[in-house]
């Protein structure tokens, strides 16, 4: 299994504290995001090597980090070579350029490099090898405003997904997809054939709909804190909540 880790977004909605710095390696406390993101992936022993893809603009800073990393997998940064939000790959787009520049034929975990969590990534593991099928996440979501800027899913009682929209107008269930995926290896050269249809390739959510309308997938629930670094308040919303301890409490 490799891992594949999403750092190429520019922030802008964090500026001016991402103007030079990629929102990932902002700190909480004495570490940066991406080392409490990967701490995580470090877990799963199924996972080989970790592949951090970004940008022309935040490629050496992600280099220099790699350097401290203490882990026991493989790291390695790619620079999908982009420069702005006017040419950027998006989401599903630098996860093909990855796929394709490193030649992976393997299962493959995909998360955003920006949100931090409380459950295991073993248990949604475990759960992708019981299904044997493409997998994503999901938590119920107690503001319901919130559903309406993220993925909303509808699952059948054995938690396969039978609907799943981007950013509803009007949700069909109070289920949000955070961005966790696991796809088997089989399914990789479907991510190519979504592109090459002209699909969206920004948010990794619009394959999903995608996807269900062609292969089984199966949503592991959870019941745990996740933050989306994704705005100035929610990071220092965090940072003030990792100081006195309570980061992960409800």
């Given at each position: 299994?490799?891992?594949?880790l999403l750092a190429a977004g520019y922030a ?56 401290s990393y203490k882990g026991p997998k493989k ?41 931090i969590f409380d459950f295991s990534l073993c ?128």
């Amino acid at each position: 299994m490799q891992c594949v880790l999403l750092a190429a977004g520019y922030a802008t909605r964090l500026y001016p504290l991402t103007e030079n710095m990629p929102k990932a390696l902002l700190k909480l406390g004495d570490k940066t995001i991406l080392e409490m993101v990967t701490d995580k992936i470090d877990e799963v022993s199924d996972v080989e090597n970790i592949y951090i893809v970004t940008n022309e603009k935040f490629y050496k800073q992600f280099e220099k980090w790699c350097k401290s990393y203490k882990g026991p997998k493989k790291v390695k940064v790619i620079n999908d070579h982009t420069t702005s939000n006017d040419n950027r790959l998006g989401a599903i787009g630098d996860l093909k350029y990855v796929i394709d520049t490193e030649n992976i034929n393997d299962e493959i975990l995909v998360m955003a490099s920006d949100n931090i969590f409380d459950f295991s990534l073993c248990d949604f593991v475990d759960m992708y090898r019981s299904k044997n099928a493409d997998m994503i996440c999901a938590n119920t979501i107690e503001n319901k405003e919130d559903l309406h800027s993220m993925g909303v899913v509808e699952l059948d009682g054995d938690g396969k997904v039978t609907s799943f929209e981007e950013k509803p107008k009007q949700p069909k269930s109070d289920l949000g997809v955070p961005p966790f995926y696991l796809y088997k290896r089989d399914t990789l050269p479907l991510i190519d054939k979504y592109l090459k249809e002209g699909n969206n390739p920004d948010a990794p959510g619009h394959f999903i709909p995608w996807l269900i309308g062609k292969n089984d997938v199966y949503a592991y629930v959870f019941d745990a804190v996740r933050i989306d670094i994704g705005t100035q308040e929610s990071y220092y919303d965090a940072c003030e909540r990792q100081k006195n301890g309570t980061l992960f409490n409800n």
